[in-house]
C-alpha cells in the first residue's frame, strides 16, 4: 500500500469514528485533488447516499447566509446533524474565506453535529461541480443528516453545483436592481423551492405572488443535464434574521425529499455523478497530454493555435492522435 | 465536400464579404457547437489574431452595459470598428436577450461597424470559454478592430472568460453591499485595468483610493492558468452614463495593448487556445462515450456511481477502458 492510500485510510478511520479535524483534512485533499482524496474516495464513496442533498443558492445579497444559519439552527434543534459547504465567490483564484464564515463556524464551536466549510471557487472549468459533489460525498459518509451546499447563483457553474443537490432551493430577495432580477429568472428554471427573504421588508409578499405568477406561466422543461420537473415550485416567505418561516421551510425540504425518490432527486443524482466521473476523465487525459513524453507535443500545438498557424480543430485531432487514440 | 462544410464556406464567404447577417448565423453556429461552426472555424481561424480582445467584467450592478456602450460611441468616433460579445447571466439553461441588448442593438442598427450579440451562458462547464473564444475569433475574422467581452463577473467561468482576453477591464462601483465587496477582491485578480464607474455618485474617489491601496498591498502572482502581471493595473474612474472618463479608457486600453505583446497578453491567447482546444478534445471524447456501442456501458457506469455502489475513480477508468485507451 502507497503513501497516499496509507495516509487515507488514517484519515478515513479517524474521519468515521467523528475526529473532525481528520474531516477537515480529507476536505482539503479532495479541493487539491491529490492522490490521497482520490483513495480516500475510493473507500467512501460506497459508505454515502444516506444524506439529503441540498442547494441553496441566490444572487447577491439575497441573505444566503443569514439564512442558512437559521436553517442550522432549526435543524440541531430537531436533533439532526447538518454540514454546509459554502462555495466562496470572493476568489475565482486563490480562495478566501467566505465573510461571516469564522462567525458562523465560532457560534457552533462546541458542536459536533455541525460542520461549516469553505470551498474556493478555483481550479480549471467543471471543477467546481466536481469538487463540490465529492466533499459532499465525504460529508455523506461521515454520517451528516442534512449537507447544505451554498453557493452565489450568477455564475454558470456555481447554478449547476446547486441544481446537482437532491433539493434546489433558490432564494430571492425584494426589490433588486435590473441584473439581479434578470438573474432570478434565470434561477428559477433550477428551483424545487423557491425562498423569498427579508420577509420584513415591504414588498416581500408582492415579490412573492409576482414569483407566483412567473412559475404558473413558465412552462415545465424536461432536459436530460437537470432536474425533469414534475410539480411547480412552492414559493415560500421567510426572515431569516428573525427566524420567521424558516421551520415551514425545513418542513418543505423534508417533503420534497419524501416525494422525491425515483424522480427529480433521482436525476440530480445521476447529474452529480456525471459531473464527478467527467472530472476524472478529464483529469486522467490532462495529466497524459502534459506529462513526460507528451509535454512537449502539447504545449508546441497549443503555441500554434494560440498564435493562429493552427486551428482548434485539427489542433484537438493531434492531440488525441498523439495519446496513440483512434475510433 | 459535405453538406455543412458547402454550407459553412457559403456563409464564410458572405460573412467575410461583410454580410452581416452570415456573420450572425455563423455565431448562432458556434454557439450549438454544430458541424456548420467546425468546417467555419477550420477556415476562419487562421485569418484571425489581428483584434484586439477586452473583457470587461465586475459585480452586477456596476454598469458594465452602459460602460460598453459608452466605449462603443468612444471607439465609433475614433473610425474603428467594434463588436461586442455579451455573456448573458439571465439563464443558465434556456438563455435569453440581455437586459437593454436590444436597446443597444437598435442605436446602432444602421451601422456596419458595430456588432452586438448576447451568448447564453449554458451547456457544459468550460463551455463558455471556448465558445466565446471560437466567437471572438469568428469576429476577428471578420475584421473588427476591437471585441468586448461583456460578462458578470461572480461566477468562475465567466471570470474565466473575462481574463482569457487581451486585455481584462474589471469594473467597480462605489458603496455596494459585503457579498459584492467580496466578489471584488476576487476580481482583481485577473484584472489589467480598474476602472470605478459612476464616478458622479459620492465615495467614487474614495473607492478608487481604496482599490489603489488594496493593489499597491496584494503581491503580483504569477500562475500559469492566467496572466503573468508585470505591472500594477491602473485605476481609472468614469462616469458612463455622460461618457466622463470614458476617452481616457479607450487610451488606456490601447495602451495596455501596445505594452502587453510578448508578455500577458500572450499568455491570455495561450489560455484562450487552451480552452478552445480543451472544449473540443472533452466533445470528441464525450461523443465516443455516449456513442453506439459504448452508450450502454457508460450509462450503466453512470448509474451504479449514482447509487453508490461504484466509485467514480473506478467508474473513470472503466469508461477509459471501454475507449481501448491505455497509457
Redesign the interface.
Known sequence: MGEPAARATELCDAALAGDRRALARLLTAVENRTAVA?AA???L?????RAHLVGITG???AGKSTLVAALIAEVRQAGRSVAVIAV???????G?A???DRVRMQSYAGDQDVFIRSMA??G???G??STSG?AAAVLDAAGFDLIFLET?G???????VAAAADTTVVLEAPEM???????K???L??ADLVVVNKGDRPGAQRTAAQLRAMLVASVP?N?A??HPRPKRPEVLVTTASTGEGVPELLAALDRHRAAGRGGPA?AA??A??????WA???D??RD?LHGPGRRAVTEA???E?????????????R??GS?G?R?
Not at 464513496?45 to 447516499?49: I, K, R, S, V
Request: cysteine-free.
Open positions: 482520490e474516495l475510493r473507500r464513496y460506497p459508505l454515502a447516499g444572487p447577491p445579497g466562496d465567490p470572493s476568489s475565482p483564484i486563490t478566501g467566505l465573510l461571516g471557487a478555483r480549471h472549468a467543471g467546481l461541480a465529492a452565489v450568477t455564475g454558470q457553474s456555481e447554478v449547476e436592481g435590473d441584473e439581479v432580477q434578470a438573474i429568472a434565470g434561477l428554471e433550477v422543461r432536459d443535464h437537470h433521482e443524482r445521476l452529480r455523478a456525471e459531473h464527478q466521473v476524472i476523465v478529464s486522467r487525459l497524459r500545438t497549443l503555441h493555435v494560440a498564435e493562429h498557424r493552427l486551428d482548434p480543430y485539427t489542433a484537438a485531432d492531440l488525441l495519446l487514440w475510433d
